[in-house]
C-alpha cells in the first residue's frame, strides 16, 4: 500500500530565504507526482506536475525534483514572499490511477 | 474555462437528512475524482468516474455515500442520511485523459453535520 509523507509538517521562514519541502513515497511504481498548495479554506491548485520519467519540473520560483528510486522528491521555493503562506501537498499516482496524498507542509513566510 | 465547479459551497444540515453535493468537471475532461478532506485523516479518494462509469469506488466509507455520473458534464455524492462524522470538505477533480495527467480541483464543499 502506497504510502506518502511530508516532512515538515510546518515550517516558518522570514521573507527572501530560500526553502525546501520533502516528500516522500513507500512505492516506486508511480506515473507522477503532483504538487499542490491549499490556500486555508480554499481548493487545492495544482503547482507542478513530474512524470516518473522526469527528474525535475520548474515554474517560476519553484523547482520540484524527483527520485523515484529512492521515493523521495523536493519542491524548491526561491526567495520566498508572505504570499506563498499555504499548506503545500504532494500527491503519487499509480497504476490504479488514485492520487495518494501526504498529510503536507504548513508554510508561513514572515514579513 | 471556469474550471471545476461544486455546490452548493457551504452545506449544513441536520443528523438523518440526506445531502447532495454537485460537480461540473472541465469540459472535455473523461475522469472525475471525489475527495474528502479532515483533519484526522487528510484527503482521501472516495470514488472516481473514467468516461461516465464508476472505476474504483473502494474509498466510499459505507452505504450510505453513492455517486452517480448522468453524463460527462455533472456528477452528485449523496449521503444518506448523513451523520455528524460526515463533516468534511468534499473536493471533486476532475482530468483530462489517463494517470499520467494533471487533476484540477474544484473549490470544495464544506460540509457540517449537527
Known amino acids: 500500500k502506497q504510502e506518502v509523507t511530508q516532512i515538515p509538517a510546518a515550517l516558518s521562514v522570514p521573507e527572501g530565504e530560500n526553502l525546501v519541502l520533502n516528500c516522500s513515497f513507500t512505492?516506486?511504481?508511480?506515473?507522477?507526482l503532483q504538487w499542490f498548495r491549499q490556500d486555508p479554506g480554499k481548493g487545492l491548485t495544482s503547482l507542478l506536475l513530474?512524470?516518473?520519467?522526469?527528474r525535475e519540473q520548474t515554474s517560476g520560483r519553484l523547482n520540484a525534483s524527483l527520485d523515484k528510486s529512492s521515493g523521495r522528491s523536493t519542491l524548491y521555493i526561491a526567495a520566498s514572499q508572505p504570499g506563498d503562506s499555504a499548506t503545500y501537498l504532494c500527491?503519487?499516482?499509480?497504476?490504479?490511477?488514485?492520487?495518494?496524498f501526504g498529510t503536507g507542509t504548513l508554510l508561513a513566510v514572515q514579513p | 474555462d471556469a474550471g471545476v465547479i461544486q455546490s452548493p459551497r457551504h452545506e449544513v444540515t441536520e443528523m438523518g437528512q440526506e445531502v447532495t453535493l454537485r460537480c461540473k468537471p472541465i469540459s472535455g475532461h473523461n475522469s472525475l475524482f471525489w475527495y474528502r478532506q479532515t483533519m484526522m485523516r487528510g484527503l482521501e479518494l472516495l470514488i472516481y468516474?473514467?468516461?461516465?462509469?464508476?472505476?474504483?469506488d473502494s474509498g466510499m466509507p459505507e452505504d450510505r455515500f453513492s455517486a452517480k455520473m448522468p453524463n460527462a458534464s455533472f456528477s452528485t455524492l449523496k449521503i444518506q442520511p448523513s451523520e455528524p462524522r460526515d463533516s468534511a470538505v468534499y473536493f471533486c477533480?476532475?482530468?483530462?485523459?489517463?494517470?499520467?495527467?494533471?487533476?484540477?480541483f474544484g473549490p470544495g464543499t464544506r460540509l457540517t453535520v449537527t
Open positions: 513530474i512524470q516518473s520519467s522526469q
Open positions: 468516474f473514467n468516461n461516465n462509469v464508476p472505476i474504483d
Open positions: 500527491a503519487v499516482a499509480g497504476a490504479t490511477n488514485k492520487l495518494i
Open positions: 477533480a476532475s482530468r483530462l485523459g489517463g494517470g499520467t495527467h494533471e487533476q484540477y
Open positions: 512505492d516506486s511504481a508511480i506515473y507522477n
